[in-house]
Structure formats: structure tokens, C-alpha cells
């Protein structure tokens, strides 16, 4: 089903793009200097403040739900979405943080923690975005076959080719590889997250793709394609 849908895919369109990575921030410039080669996003574990959330809210989440919740708040201040826009999650790793932590509570204790396990999930950083905004259109966790990027974003906009979907949120955040991991850390090992709105009508400001070429195997690639 899948693969016939790109056989026929039509134009879908990309617009309302936020990001945030570590050292660069909001900063304009900064990611400007990111598509030049010029800066770098930074291996640190910084993440969002979410001064506009509770502080109780946001007191024990992790690197990856802060810039998942982030990026979300961004996209809804610059544009009209509705509330009721369906969200499409996409992660490489999820909270694999802490998921060492858990693994290191089995290894070491015997015992899993239930407060640590509720946010270890894979969807921990899209239900933490939905619960942050009252978002009720519901979402869906997507995990790349074999690491590619390109794979988890052909399914994530076949609602929109099939015409089940007008228009979703897409999001995509990965958090840094703790050091522990050694040389099982990816090579690709930056902390990033970005969200865009992905819809079968042309908007203003939009990218327009009509082909999955553009898309890239990995996230950071086709980040650089829609901020070009």
C-alpha cells in the first residue's frame, strides 16, 4: 500500500518549520551559519526552557521532550493550525537516556522504578507536547526502518497522499547519546529537534516536494533542505 503511494505520489507541501538544537537555539543567524558550515550544534545535554510552562510541568523532563515541546509551542505561535491537526513523532532513539537509566536499575538493582518507566516511553515527548498545548487531534509514534530518515517520513505523510489526512503536524527530535554508550554512539550523535505542517494545499511561505529524493536519510539532511 505504501510503496503504491509512491509510485503516484502528489505535490504535498511543508510549511511553518521551527527547530532547536543545542548552541543555536532560536537564533536566526546561528542556523544560518549551520547551513554555511560555519557553526556547529553542540554534543551538550542544553535544552529549552519552557519558561512559558509550569515549573512543575517541566521540572523532570528530559532533553528530548524539552525540544519536542519546544518546537510544538513554536509551530503553534507561527501559524493557524488547529488544535485538532493530527501529530506524526518521529525518533530515532526516543528517551534513550533514560532507558540507560532503567537498563542500569535491572543490571545493578533488579527493579524498575515506576516513575522513571512512565517516561521512558517512546511517546513520552509528543503526549508531554499534547498535554503542554491541550492538542486533542492525537498522534502517532513512528521509529525509522534501519535508521532512515526518508523511510519514516513516506509513512508518515501517506495519510495526506491517500486523502485520509489534509494536513498533519510533523515532528522529530533526538537527544544527545550519553558518553556511557561508547563507540555504539551514533556517528550522527546531535541533539536536534525540528516540526513543520505537512499538507495536501498549497500555503504561503510553503516548500513544495514532489519528490521523496529530497527528503535525505537522515534528519539534520533534510533539515538543511527545508531551511535552504
Given amino acids: 500500500m505504501l510503496a503504491d503511494l509512491m509510485d503516484i505520489m502528489k505535490e504535498i507541501h511543508i510549511s511553518g518549520i521551527t527547530n532547536w538544537a543545542p548552541g543555536l537555539a532560536d537564533d536566526e543567524a546561528a542556523w544560518q551559519g549551520w547551513l554555511n558550515g560555519d557553526v556547529q550544534i553542540e554534543q551538550i545535554k542544553e535544552s529549552p526552557k519552557l519558561e512559558y510552562t509550569d515549573p512543575l510541568f517541566r521540572r523532570r523532563l528530559s532533553q528530548i521532550t524539552k525540544m519536542t515541546v519546544h518546537v ?12 485538532e491537526t493530527k501529530l506524526v513523532f518521529i525518533s530515532l532513539r526516543g528517551e534513550i537516556e533514560r532507558e ?35 492538542l486533542k487531534g492525537g498522534y502517532s509514534v ?33 537527544e544527545l547519546v550519553p558518553e556511557l554508550y561508547g563507540d555504539k554512539r551514533p556517528e550522527e550523535n546531535i541533539p536536534l529537534a525540528f516540526a513543520c505542517v505537512v499538507s495536501a494545499e498549497k500555503k504561503d511561505s510553503c516548500i513544495t516536494l514532489d519528490d521523496f529524493s529530497d527528503v535525505g536519510k537522515s534528519p539534520s539532511e533534510f533539515l538543511r533542505f527545508l531551511l535552504k
Fill in 100 to 134: 540507560f537509566t532503567i537498563n542500569k536499575g535491572i543490571i545493578e538493582d533488579g527493579m524498575i522504578l515506576p516513575a522513571g518507566f512512565s517516561l521512558s516511553v517512546f511517546n513520552t515527548p509528543v503526549s508531554f507536547a499534547t498535554l503542554a498545548f491541550g
Fill in 142 to 174: 513512528l521509529y525509522p526502518s534501519k535508521n532512515n530518515f526518508s523511510e519514516a517520513f513516506k509513512a508518515a505523510v501517506a495519510p495526506i497522499l491517500a486523502g485520509t489526512e489534509k494536513e498533519i503536524i510533523l515532528i522529530y527530535a533526538d
Fill in 72 to 83: 510544538v509551542h513554536s509551530l503553534l505561535e507561527k501559524t493557524n493550525i488547529s488544535k
